[in-house]
């Protein structure tokens, strides 16, 4: 059984850092990706970013691209989120999710990944 673990999310200034963690466990296919999405209240969810597991091919939406950073971490199979200088408009519930490469490219992130943790949650004070 495929399991994600998201941590990191926490009360953070506007133009300050967190790191999010996705730990994750269960995988059978050594092929796969691993996506940051992010809802705010009264919004629809957001694909932030994703790294492919193998080619290491990274996705960015483009409010991310300058200031995040994902990064895999095969030995402790953790996926991670570098967010720097956050503004208030990132405050939201983060969700990391996986499925097979083909999910995440250079340019895209799907949405239909069919593993997902339970979120974590940035606050970003202004």
């Known amino acids: 059984e495929v399991q994600l673990v998201e941590s990191g999310g926490g009360l953070v200034q506007a133009g300050g850092s967190l790191r999010l963690s996705c730990t994750f466990s269960g995988f059978n296919f050594d092929d796969y990706a691993i996506g940051w999405f992010r809802q705010a209240p009264g919004k629809e969810r957001e694909g932030v970013s994703c790294i492919r597991r193998l080619d290491g091919i990274t996705f960015y939406e483009d409010s991310a691209k300058g200031r995040f950073t994902i990064a895999n971490d095969n030995a402790k199979n953790t996926v991670y989120l570098q967010m720097n200088s956050l503004k208030p408009e990132d405050a939201a519930v983060y969700y990391c999710?996986?499925?097979?490469?083909?999910?995440?490219?250079?340019?895209?992130?799907?949405?239909?990944?069919?593993?997902w943790g339970k979120g974590t949650l940035v606050t970003v004070s202004s």
């Open positions: 999710a996986a499925d097979w490469a083909r999910y995440c490219g250079g340019d895209y992130i799907s949405y239909n990944m069919n593993y």
